[in-house]
């Protein structure tokens, strides 16, 4: 079989009619070159097939990169998963590159960015997918997995804990704990994580024959979910439990308890959901809903892995079980 030479600069040269120095400057960004000569030259490489040895570097390297979009890194749950994201794609041979932004964010923005630096594989946790985003990956051939959260709106791989059943286990466990005055934190309403968690557990509870007594918007943050308890536990009817819809938001209200001279579990049960390293601290001990951390990073670098056996418009939807983690605050 005869192997087939690539094109040299020294022929896009002789077909443009310039210097060689002409065609390294006219791939060189922000060199000085007449824009119609760097047109003509950059024109006649593409005729040609050729490809400057900068860009080809750069095609090797974009090659093994996967691209993460995280939009809440102040919740410990998220550099956590950073964290074992990071050390697994090092382990198949890639790497990560990460791009942070404020919660409820427009994605849009970040598209040229992304498509500029040409990964092989965009991962999206903790922000919302648009549409055009996904269309634009789909047309560049850029795989897209949603982690930790589902959109139902764009067609793309997802991997998830089970949030809804992970919302009726801490019903149930709050409920054969003895608790019926048992109250709700949420987090961002339009989001899955927050949707299926609230869910399941109001669900639950509806099937044992009780309801949510009261609820409190914590935004998934810390400071939001402290007022809300705090609101709550001076209420005229004050709730008995607490299922906060993720563990910052429990650490919060077991402070905000504190504050008014309550304990967990025996004035107050909470429980939580993550299981963020925090959870496990002496100070807090929180019974909690664990998301299999391991095992869904596992999952998105396999689908990541499979990107080039796998025809582009091809999905995957993995949803994973939690596992009720049971200390001290309920």
């Given at each position: ?9 020294k ?25 119609l ?69 427009d994605?849009?923005q ?6 500029a ?89 509806r ?15 810390y400071?939001g ?106």
């Amino acid at each position: 079989m005869e192997s087939v030479l690539k094109p040299t600069a020294k022929q896009v040269a002789h077909e443009a009619g310039v210097s060689i120095a002409a065609v390294s400057r006219a791939f060189s960004p922000g060199s000085s070159i007449d824009p119609l000569k760097r047109q003509r030259i950059l024109q006649v490489a593409a005729q040609l097939g050729y490809s400057s040895p900068a860009r080809r570097t750069a095609e090797v390297i974009s090659a093994g990169t996967v691209t993460l979009v995280a939009g809440d890194l102040a919740n410990p749950f998220y550099p956590l998963v950073l964290d074992t994201l990071a050390k697994a794609l090092q382990a198949v041979g890639r790497q990560l590159l990460v791009y942070a932004i404020p919660p409820q964010a427009d994605m849009d923005q970040l598209t040229p960015q992304i498509l500029a630096a040409r990964p092989s594989a965009l991962v999206v946790t903790s922000a919302s997918l648009t549409s055009g985003m996904a269309n634009a990956c789909r047309q560049h051939g850029i795989r897209v997995v949603l982690l930790n959260r589902i959109q139902r709106n764009v067609r793309v791989n997802a991997v998830a804990c089970d949030n809804h059943a992970g919302g009726r286990d801490a019903a149930l466990f709050l409920l054969g704990r003895g608790r019926r005055r048992i109250g709700f934190i949420g987090g961002i309403s339009n989001t899955s994580t927050h949707r299926d968690r609230a869910e399941g557990f109001s669900e639950a509870l509806r099937e044992s024959g009780h309801s949510v007594l009261a609820e409190g918007n914590g935004e998934f943050t810390y400071r939001g979910s402290y007022g809300a308890v705090l609101s709550l536990l001076t209420a005229k009817n004050r709730p008995d439990a607490l299922f906060c819809c993720n563990d910052i938001m429990a650490l919060a209200a077991i402070d905000a308890a504190r504050e008014l001279g309550l304990s967990a579990p025996e004035d107050l049960s909470i429980v939580g959901f993550d299981d963020i390293p925090m959870a496990g601290w002496r100070s807090y001990r929180l019974t909690t809903i664990r998301q299999p951390i391991t095992r869904m990073i596992s999952e998105v670098v396999g689908l990541i892995q499979a990107s080039k056996t796998v025809l582009p418009d091809e999905t995957t939807t993995s949803i994973l079980p939690g596992k009720l983690i049971v200390r001290g605050s309920a």
